[in-house]
């Protein structure tokens, strides 16, 4: 099972499903679904926030929420 | 009156549509219960007349956050007086599938739907087209294309809107309820949800009530017993409602749309510097450098032509009115305490409109994003860099741009540790004091001393303030906020309008907020120094005189000589004699106790006051009353008064004591209580003294 935080930056793959509820529901309004494109473009020093790509949208995820971003 | 809603996502060009569709007529309010923006605006058109009420962005009725839960009890409740007869939906086309989530929902609600769409400019870059009539035919409400740059179409959107508003349809629904959800529904009684309510509203009555505070206690009781008893997960439930609703939407969004080349954009080219892991916060501390220096550059002329109209309405006024005690009451008291609050506003106003240009651009998300983790550790949130930038100028506009943090605990430590950053009226109490520290013409290396010195207070203010963040964040209650997960936007040209209406309201708070407070106190102040016990200012003033009149003075000597005299004799110098055993440990005496007594109206009064004191009459120029009082001479040491130990000790006080009762005001009303003011002065004012105790105490010592 690959989690997001596992991605190489630049690395692209398609997105599986949510292992948090909470984290699922926001980023499904916020129209990232499984089966869309994902990648972590850049993150901050020591890679606690990601900048993360996904089906057209940019958005800043913290490690944690990215471990529980379940990628194929 | 038809009320429209606008509703619509984050960042989908729904300001800037508002502002076209109303132009300045907007009205700036509060929702209840929560410190949001509430704008609202009335026109007419051709007979109708429109009430606008613009809702927080939202990108689900299943809110995840306190804006979204303000959109959702509006739409969910038909007695909510700002329960709309009609919604004006704002798409961005740009990504229609994640917008058409929401725009599904207030379709299920039962409510009339027209569709703006806008970023028509952006769509020839991106290569992308939409058919907009099959999107009307799919949606089953009407589809306009407006620019919210240009105001093309706007007048037909109009149109549309009036139209609307004769026949009020609503479309179909567009998401078929489960069985279970049904069920769930059915064994609840009618009685628990509010009428002309659509099924689908009715669902999320009962998934949200809660939290959103829909019921009273004994429906939502009953409600929660239902769930119970049939095993009903609400969280399932939205999931797979969500996932129904993209499963629809994803074919239609790729039928109405022709040619979506996915591009590196624009945005992510300048990302490539402005997000950099290590250049980003440099790029970002830059600009804050810069923003400062553009701040006290440009707000030097009309700061100075500000107190330029206010020394000459006091002169005017005294030559028109008899030397009595309400011309001293409206020039020295009135006059002077206006003064000091308007004088402010050209640095406010700048601080703001480069802010609010940085958030308009799209600038801040990255600042957020760059910076979390950092703030996080102190228990604030990304946004809280924006209060504490504020408060470089002034913390009262700053306390209240806290209200775009969502998390109560890291909102209420934010306006706590914000008065920590050295504001613009500690400026002048700097100047006077530093040269006392350093003589002027010194250098390090190639850097002036002085000013290094000067930097090195607002390093100390700044790390004060999240050292106190680590101190004070266990005496609060409550959990940080366990997400972040924002959208980075792509970056825009900035809504005029927007930033316009910002700088207004906020420059508009200080004045009101600020204002009332700093002149009730200047006129307590003015009246503690203008009158004392007795009639001991009548004989002092007498003896002043008497000294005058030996020793040769001419007027303006005189003058002074009788004010200082004045001043000592009065309530005020009364108050700083009484304090002065407590504060000679730190160094000060009972003129400087004077001073600080006034100084907690504002801060520079200090410079004013000392001028008073030492007899330089009415002055504000730093630099001629730190020359006066480099002359005085402290009586038990026959050194200099200020020497390095008492300048110093008096720096770290100013640095440190919350010296501002405009700022305790704000914090009242934003926290809505008297507990936080109050701790946060004792706090401050305590740690102030301390510091300056152990400074002066050691620097003496060796």
């Given amino acids: 099972m690959s989690q997001l935080i596992d991605l190489r930056l630049g690395e692209k793959r398609i997105l599986k499903g949510f292992e948090d509820p909470q984290v699922g529901l926001r980023l499904l309004s916020m129209g990232i679904q499984p089966g869309v494109e994902i990648s972590v473009r850049r993150s901050t020093f020591n890679g606690h926030t990601l900048y993360v790509r996904a089906n057209g949208k940019t958005i800043a995820v913290r490690k944690k929420e990215a471990s529980k971003i379940q990628v194929h | 009156m038809i009320k429209v809603a606008i509703a619509g996502n984050p960042n989908s060009g729904k300001s800037t549509l508002f502002n076209k569709l109303t132009g300045l007529k907007q009205r700036v309010g509060n929702f209840p219960g929560v410190t949001v923006d509430r704008k609202t605006a009335e026109i007419s058109h051709s007979g109708t007349d429109f009430l606008f009420v613009d ?7 299943h809110p995840t956050s306190s804006d979204e839960r303000i959109t959702s009890s509006i739409l969910v409740q038909p007695d909510d007086p700002d329960y709309p007869d009609l919604v004006l939906y704002v798409l961005d086309a740009r990504s229609l599938e994640q917008q058409l989530l929401f725009l599904t929902q207030i379709i299920d609600l039962g409510l009339p739907v027209v569709v703006a769409m806008t970023m028509i400019d952006e769509w020839h870059a991106e290569e992308i087209d939409i058919k907009d009539d099959k999107l009307q035919k799919f949606l089953g409400c009407p589809v306009r294309r407006v620019s919210g740059k240009t105001g093309e179409n706007i007048e037909s ?14 479309p179909q629904p567009f998401y078929d309820l489960q069985q279970q959800e049904l069920f769930i529904l059915e064994q609840c009684p009618s009685s628990s949800f509010p009428s002309g309510l659509s099924s689908y509203g009715q669902l999320l009555t009962l998934e949200h009530a809660k939290e959103l505070d829909l019921l009273s206690e004994d429906k939502l009781n009953q ?60 790029i970002f501390l830059g600009l804050m450098f810069l923003i400062f220096q553009a701040i006290f550059s440009w707000a030097t002329y009309p700061m100075d032509g500000i107190e330029w109209v206010f020394a000459s309405l006091s002169d005017l006024t005294r030559q028109f009115l008899p030397a009595a005690w309400y011309t001293d009451l409206l020039t020295e008291g009135i006059l002077a305490g206006l003064g000091g609050v308007l004088v402010f506003i050209p640095q406010i106003a700048i601080l703001f ?16 994003y760059l910076f979390d983790r950092f703030m996080s550790r102190f228990g604030l949130n990304g946004r809280s860099i924006v209060a504490m930038i504020s408060g470089g100028a002034c913390a009262i506009p700053a306390i209240m741009s806290t209200r775009t943090i969502a998390n109560p605990k890291e909102r209420l430590l934010t306006i706590f540790i914000t008065p920590f950053i050295p504001c613009s009226a500690r400026i002048p109490v700097y100047i ?118 030996i020793q ?151």
């Fill in chain 2, 55 to 61: 809702l927080p962005g939202t990108y689900s009725l």
């Fill in chain 2, 157 to 170: 959107l109009k149109d549309t809107l009036v139209a609307c508003s004769k026949t009020l349809s609503k």
């Fill in chain 2, 223 to 282: 409600l929660e017993s239902i769930k119970a008893e049939h095993k009903f997960n609400a969280i399932k439930s939205q999931v797979h409602e969500t996932m129904a609703r993209f499963d629809r939407i994803q074919p239609l969004a790729k039928k109405v749309t022709t040619q979506i080349t996915p591009s590196e954009s624009l945005s992510d080219r300048i990302d490539q510097f402005v997000s950099h892991r290590y250049f980003g916060p440099l």
């Fill in chain 2, 353 to 368: 409109l480069l802010l609010s240009v940085m958030e308009e651009v799209g600038y801040m998300s990255r600042a957020i």
């Fill in chain 2, 432 to 549: 006077v004091l530093v040269g006392f520290v350093v003589p002027s013409e010194t250098y390090l290396g190639p850097f002036n001393a002085q000013g290094m010195v000067f930097m090195g207070l607002y390093v100390f203010g700044i790390a004060a303030a999240f050292l106190s963040a680590l101190l004070v964040r266990p005496f609060i209650s409550g959990q940080t906020s366990g997400f972040l997960m924002i959208e980075l936007p792509d970056y825009r040209r900035p809504d005029w309008t927007s930033v316009w209406m910002n700088v207004k309201t906020k420059v508009g708070a200080f004045i009101t907020e600020a204002g009332k407070i700093i002149l009730g106190i200047s006129l307590v102040l003015w009246f503690l120094a203008s009158y004392g016990p007795g009639d001991q200012m009548e004989a002092a003033v007498q003896e002043a005189r008497q000294e005058a009149e």
């Fill in chain 2, 552 to 702: 040769n003075w001419d007027a303006d000597r005189t003058e002074n000589y009788v004010a200082a005299k004045q001043i000592e004799a009065s309530y005020a110098g009364h108050l700083g004699k009484a304090i002065e055993p407590a504060i000679e440990p730190l160094g000060f005496d009972w003129k400087i106790g004077i001073a600080l007594l006034t100084s907690f109206a504002a801060r520079e009064v200090f410079v004013g006051t000392m001028a008073t004191i030492y007899s330089i009459g009415d002055t504000e120029d730093e630099l001629r009353v730190r020359d006066r009082m480099a002359k005085e001479i402290n009586p038990k040491t026959g050194g200099p008064r200020y020497d390095r130990a008492t300048s110093i000790s008096l720096l770290l006080f100013f640095a440190l004591a919350l010296q501002c009762m405009s700022t305790l005001a704000v914090v009242k009303k934003e926290t809505n209580s008297w507990k936080w003011p109050i701790l946060q002065f004792v706090f401050m004012t305590g740690l102030a003294y301390v510091v300056s105790l152990v400074a002066y105490q050691l620097i003496q010592a060796l």
